[in-house]
């Protein structure tokens, strides 16, 4: 609805003037923030800082435009989660580890949701939010800093701030014990997904800050290319999963999920597959890290961050993440000397501490047949990070 009318553009007409601008832009929607973009010559700056400042407090949302909206984001949710059966298994699994976190739902809505959403809901929940004391401004390019501020205060100073309640703070129920799930989908082959509830960023103690670079690292280690133990001993070695693969959430508002998931190999059921994870994961906790696989890892993890900033884009987002969080943006600055610093004895302490059952939830996706076909029971990629 944000790219419909405003008071001062008819509908669509902020997607055409930036085109005419020889722009691009977009959106999208994470569980901790909603992000608007755009990619614009220096001197078409001021044409971006003059639209989002028009469409944060002068957005027209109209019962027809709504109808229309609903229809695109119900077809959107079909084909992306409705009619893939990992993504209705990853959602299944969300909303069984978290019971009381935001976490628990999904960040496109349940299809009832979105069948009833109203006019009038969206226009509250407009009037509360989009406001510019809730609004991070990142700019990232060949550009001075003094006009750009300068635009800030033309566009965005005039506009009338709101009351920003302080959110209720949702404190997950404490876990007791295994969570586990299986959902039936026509699927070709069986998916496991692990995931332990672990500490980010954001939630970890001043004395324990190190403990999510050290998840970070890992994660490095259990999946962090042909080298890593999952490649090398689970596909390779024993061939029990055709993938499997490790993701640490590091910077999230709330405590976060390390998840593990893959796809067993032909002949191996997805409970081989688990208890192979859990021995990797023992064997961690049992034994320190090489120095070779720190080093390994270590230097994967810089070569990633120099590349990531070739890409102006990808500086922007991390700033305006860090910042909408609850963070320092300067953290990303500070990515790689956190990562150099984690020890083997840190990895192994985070890996005895987090890695229990009372963290745990499985999901398991089992295959119904395809068009009448028995469900394959092999190959097929997925990486978690």
Request: aromatic share 8%.
């Amino acid at each position: 609805m944000m790219f419909k009318e405003t008071k001062n553009l008819k509908p669509n007409e902020f997607s055409q003037i930036i085109a005419e601008n020889g722009g691009e832009q977009n959106a999208f929607t994470g569980r901790d923030y909603t992000a608007y973009f755009q990619k614009l010559h220096k001197d078409r700056l001021e044409v971006s800082f003059k639209h989002e400042a028009d469409r944060m407090r002068n957005l027209v949302i109209s019962e027809d435009e709504l109808l229309k909206e609903r229809e695109v984001v119900a077809e959107e949710r079909r084909m992306r989660t409705d009619d893939n059966p990992k993504s209705m298994l990853r959602e299944s699994f969300n909303a069984t580890a978290f019971v009381n976190s935001p976490y628990h739902h999904p960040v496109i809505g349940w299809m009832s949701d979105i069948n009833h959403y109203q006019a009038d809901d969206l226009r509250a929940w407009y009037q509360k939010w989009y406001a510019p004391n809730n609004a991070t401004v990142v700019v990232v390019g060949d550009v001075e800093p003094q006009a750009v501020l300068a635009l800030a205060k033309e566009y965005f100073a005039s506009l009338q701030p709101e009351q920003i309640a302080t959110l209720k703070p949702q404190i997950e129920v404490e876990q007791k014990g295994i969570r586990e799930i299986k959902v039936k989908a026509p699927a070709e082959l069986p998916y496991l997904m692990m995931g332990w509830k672990i500490p980010v960023v954001a939630t970890a103690s001043e004395s324990n800050a190190w403990e999510p670079y050290a998840l970070e690292v890992m994660a490095g280690i259990l999946d962090g290319g042909n080298s890593a133990r999952f490649a090398k001993e689970l596909v390779r070695e024993q061939q029990v999963a055709t993938s499997v693969g490790a993701g640490n959430s590091l910077f999230s508002r709330l405590k976060d999920l390390f998840v593990v998931a893959g796809t067993p190999a032909n002949g191996k059921t997805v409970d081989e597959l688990k208890s192979a994870v859990i021995e990797q994961i023992e064997r961690i906790k049992n034994e320190p890290v090489t120095q070779q696989e720190l080093d390994r890892v270590k230097a994967q993890v810089v070569a990633e961050a120099v590349y990531e900033r070739d890409s102006v884009f990808y500086q922007a987002m991390q700033i305006g993440m860090l910042e909408t969080i609850g963070l320092d943006w300067k953290l990303s600055d500070q990515y790689v000397e956190n990562i150099n610093a984690v020890t083997a004895e840190q990895i192994q302490a985070v890996a005895k501490k987090f890695f229990i059952d009372d963290k745990l939830t499985t999901a398991e996706l089992v295959p119904l047949p395809l068009d009448g076909r028995r469900p394959l029971a092999a190959p097929g990629g997925n990486h978690v990070r």
